[in-house]
């Protein structure tokens, strides 16, 4: 009798003890720093323990220290722990674009000039809450976005909402707040399957190619290397299915390939198992299979340059790439560490959430259905106004309150197995 109780308790501990890791995992959203290239392809490392750095593009495989490019002024905080910073390269104008990096003003867009090596803050004015879901930049809360390269305006889904905010030639803020318009519900769920919008697609994976966003990684409806596809100049979401070749249909990162001239024509896709890297070619509608990360992490982020690929792991700030022939669409050997960035300390909640086996994170093919029955399909261009929102603050505790029900729900269980065995 007493074995078979301390069989239970076993159990129900090593039951308790996985949730709590798979819980511990689902918090951590990925790295505390972010990284993107500038447009003569070298990398750029923001916030390693609060420094910035520069990698030539002929060295990343190079052991020789970074360039440290930290300046002061309006530089980011970069304290939204909750949800990694966003870096977006603004080809044409040579500058960044960051969000989601200052927990006390969630809702503006950091600008760094990279030729100036100096920092702005751009306030924007959201959509009020009566009309769509935004209220910060946190990819934990459903949000996701592209920057165009030729419009250089950023669209954004966020509960089957896309939105887009113009930055015109904007290489620093202006005085005035830049608005977010209001372009439509986006129906993502084919014909057949009840329900459509976001219902099953609360985390949405967005890639740019081909001016072109697909929508990927769990779509419902679609089948394996299908994509919905929105045409950004046309403000039009196509009402056929796009295929092109074979990928999974589960939640991932993605990072589009830019070239020199011309938009971008393929882009990788990482799915959050780390299971491979896939690259998808928009022009001869194919898709071709390369190395996995070394790293399995689905909190890790993603740039590319023409002829790289970067992995930033939630661990420690750890970078390593992979080159890729975009004419050839084949990988020059597998991937390799940058070790010219220092490591970092910096990570989100102050501890790593990046392991060598992949986890469950949010979002994907699974999902509530919170966004409720969307039928309408894109409508370009209203613009919308509304006071700036002041949400995303104490966004930790709110991880932290997670945590703690867990906690309790493994007491709880322990406390009922041992009462058990009395």
Not at 67 to 93: E, N, V
Not at 124 to 136: A, F, I, R
Not at 175 to 182: I, L, P, R, T
Not at 384 to 402: I, P
């Amino acid at each position: 009798m007493f074995s078979r109780s301390f069989a239970r308790l076993a159990l129900a501990a090593s039951a308790a003890l996985s949730l709590c890791a798979l819980s511990a995992s689902a918090a951590a959203a990925g790295p505390n720093q972010c990284i993107t290239f500038d447009a003569s392809w070298n990398l750029l490392a923001f916030n390693f323990d609060g420094k910035d750095y520069t990698v030539p593009s002929d060295g990343l495989s190079s052991s020789t220290p970074a360039a440290a490019i930290t300046s002061t002024g309006s530089r980011p905080p970069f304290d939204a722990p909750s949800s990694p910073p966003l870096c977006y390269l603004s080809q044409f104008f040579n500058a960044v674009y960051v969000l989601n990096a200052d927990a006390s003003d969630p809702t503006s867009v950091y600008m760094y000039d990279i030729t100036k090596k100096s920092w702005s803050k751009q306030a924007t004015t959201l959509p009020g809450k009566d009309k769509v879901p935004l209220q910060s930049f946190d990819i934990t809360r459903g949000f996701g976005a592209i920057l165009d390269r030729d419009t250089n305006v950023f669209y954004a889904l966020t509960g089957g909402e896309m939105l887009s905010l113009n930055l015109g030639e904007q290489k620093a803020a202006t005085g005035e707040a830049v608005v977010w318009n209001d372009v439509g519900e986006m129906a993502l769920a084919k014909a057949d399957v009840e329900g459509s919008g976001a219902q099953g697609y609360e985390s949405p994976t967005m890639a740019l190619a081909q001016n072109h966003i697909h929508f990927i990684g769990g779509v419902p409806g679609l089948k394996e290397g299908d994509a919905r596809v929105f045409v950004i100049h046309f403000s039009y979401l196509q009402p056929e299915v796009q295929s092109y070749g074979n990928f999974p249909t589960q939640h991932g990162k993605t990072a589009s390939f830019f070239k020199d001239t011309g938009v971008q024509t393929q882009f990788a896709y990482i799915p959050d198992d780390g299971s491979a890297t896939y690259v998808v070619d928009v022009i001869s509608n194919t898709t071709t299979t390369l190395p996995a990360p070394s790293l399995k992490d689905p909190g890790a982020q993603y740039a590319a340059s023409p002829s790289a690929l970067v992995q930033l792991s939630s661990e420690g700030g750890k970078i390593s790439f992979l080159s890729y022939d975009q004419d050839a669409k084949t990988a020059k050997g597998d991937w390799t560490a940058i070790t010219g960035v220092p490591a970092a300390t910096n990570v989100p909640g102050g501890s790593s959430s990046s392991s060598s086996s992949a986890t469950t994170t949010t979002g994907g093919t699974s999902g509530s259905g919170a966004s409720g029955n969307k039928t309408s399909s894109a409508a370009g261009g209203k613009a919308t106004g509304g006071a700036s929102a002041a949400a995303g603050k104490g966004e930790n505790g709110a991880v932290g309150r997670g945590v703690g029900v867990v906690l309790g729900g493994v007491m709880a269980v322990l406390g009922v197995v041992v009462a058990g065995m009395l």
